[in-house]
């Protein structure tokens, strides 16, 4: 027997035994966290399992299209109730999946199971589902459903599908493989509302999103030498137009995917503590290591770096300036 057959069976073998079951997403809820916590907690539901979903962080609106959405709480007082199984899902910690604070309430003898994909985790529980060939969690779960025969319905192919098209940016990036699209294409099967992901989950974007999206694209410097372009985000912009982080990280995706004749974006931004930070997306550099010149990190074709100063605009080039 496999050992992703072990874990699967055993897994399952805890869900029918539990009594209360608590679902926890990533304290960064995201298309594939919340995908994944979502689709658990649909199946559950519908096999009328006492469950409780959790999230220490409220849920995007981006992602208000799942179905129970509504169910998920960010009330701490859910660690209160006496929960005899605990299910984690794409969170490579007990600290990222919010659940560190709050361990020491759950009862002793509770049973803890982790969904995940990404290679750094900590393996924090009895029963640790992290495969990291694994597009998404999602897709972790997916092959656990049709593993035990699970049929999947229209709600859990949504969940399931989000996370999916979330962490291949629609198969676009480096994490699509094969087997994440074979998943796709039996989940649209199963009748999984791709117009509502898509429209909701990876297109839109809120009005100060795009405002700001304007800003960094009519700054656009590029230098063909290098085949590298960048744009910057000053403090004074990001008062004037508040955003979320994901929103910044957006643009430097999303040029990546379009610039032509540019192999590397560099987004700066200005921190509010004297401090500015890089996002670096490449199509073909090892950028992790232009980000670890700068005292970061990240994968080969995202990375990022923060360093101390400030942004300095002169004949519409940036300047990092120290400010020690
Ligand atoms: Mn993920």
């Given at each position: 027997?496999?050992?992703?057959?072990?874990?699967?069976?055993?897994?399952?073998?805890?869900?029918?035994?539990?009594?209360?079951?608590?679902?926890?997403?990533?304290?960064?809820?995201?298309?594939d966290s919340i995908g994944s916590s979502s689709a658990m907690l649909n199946w559950l539901l519908r096999e009328d399992k006492q469950v409780t979903a959790y999230c220490?962080?409220?849920?995007?609106?981006?992602?208000?299209?799942?179905?129970?959405?509504?169910?998920?709480?960010?009330?701490?007082?859910?660690?209160?109730?006496?929960?005899?199984?605990?299910?984690?899902?794409?969170?490579?910690?007990?600290?990222?999946?919010?659940?560190?604070?709050?361990?020491?309430?759950?009862?002793?003898?509770?049973?803890?199971?982790?969904?995940?994909?990404?290679?750094?985790?900590?393996?924090?529980?009895?029963?640790?589902?992290?495969?990291?060939?694994?597009?998404?969690?999602?897709?972790?779960?997916?092959?656990?459903?049709?593993?035990?025969?699970?049929?999947?319905?229209?709600?859990?192919?949504?969940?399931?599908?989000?996370?999916?098209?979330?962490?291949?940016?629609?198969?676009?990036?480096?994490?699509?493989?094969?087997?994440?699209?074979?998943?796709?294409?039996?989940?649209?099967?199963?009748?999984?509302?791709?117009?509502?992901?898509?429209?909701?989950?990876?297109?839109?974007?809120?009005?100060s999103a795009l405002r700001l999206w304007g800003l960094a694209l009519s700054r656009l410097t590029v230098s063909p030498t290098f085949h590298l372009a960048y744009t910057?985000?000053?403090?004074?912009?990001?008062?004037?137009?508040p955003q979320s982080d994901e929103a910044i990280e957006g643009v430097s995706n999303f040029l990546n995917a379009v610039c032509e004749g540019v192999d590397t974006i560099?987004?700066?931004?200005?921190?509010?503590?004297?401090?500015?930070?890089?996002?670096?997306?490449?199509?073909?550099?090892?950028?992790?290591?232009?980000?670890?010149?700068?005292?970061?990190?990240?994968?080969?074709?995202?990375?990022?770096?923060?360093?101390?100063?400030?942004?300095?605009?002169?004949?519409?080039?940036?300047?990092?300036?120290?400010?020690?």
């Amino acid at each position: 027997m496999s050992t992703q057959t072990m874990l699967f069976d055993q897994a399952m073998h805890a869900i029918r035994q539990a009594k209360r079951i608590l679902v926890m997403a990533d304290m960064a809820p995201d298309g594939d966290s919340i995908g994944s916590s979502s689709a658990m907690l649909n199946w559950l539901l519908r096999e009328d399992k006492q469950v409780t979903a959790y999230c220490g962080e409220p849920i995007p609106y981006t992602l208000k299209y799942l179905d129970n959405i509504h169910h998920f709480t960010n009330d701490a007082r859910v660690f209160d109730e006496p929960h005899d199984l605990v299910m984690t899902f794409d969170a490579g910690s007990a600290s990222r999946a919010g659940l560190a604070p709050h361990q020491h309430r759950l009862p002793a003898d509770h049973t803890l199971i982790v969904f995940d994909h990404h290679a750094v985790n900590d393996r924090f529980g009895h029963f640790n589902l992290v495969f990291t060939d694994a597009c998404s969690t999602t897709e972790v779960l997916y092959h656990f459903f049709t593993h035990h025969r699970v049929v999947i319905d229209e709600r859990m192919a949504t969940s399931l599908l989000s996370g999916i098209l979330f962490d291949t940016s629609s198969f676009s990036n480096s994490a699509t493989t094969v087997k994440g699209v074979e998943a796709a294409g039996a989940l649209l099967a199963a009748g999984a509302r791709q117009t509502d992901i898509l429209r909701h989950l990876i297109q839109n974007k809120s009005v100060s999103a795009l405002r700001l999206w304007g800003l960094a694209l009519s700054r656009l410097t590029v230098s063909p030498t290098f085949h590298l372009a960048y744009t910057y985000f000053l403090q004074e912009d990001l008062k004037r137009i508040p955003q979320s982080d994901e929103a910044i990280e957006g643009v430097s995706n999303f040029l990546n995917a379009v610039c032509e004749g540019v192999d590397t974006i560099l987004v700066l931004k200005e921190l509010p503590d004297n401090r500015v930070r890089g996002s670096i997306r490449s199509v073909s550099r090892d950028v992790s290591k232009l980000a670890k010149l700068f005292g970061g990190g990240g994968h080969k074709k995202a990375a990022g770096f923060t360093v101390k100063g400030k942004l300095k605009i002169e004949n519409h080039q940036a300047h990092i300036v120290s400010t020690l």
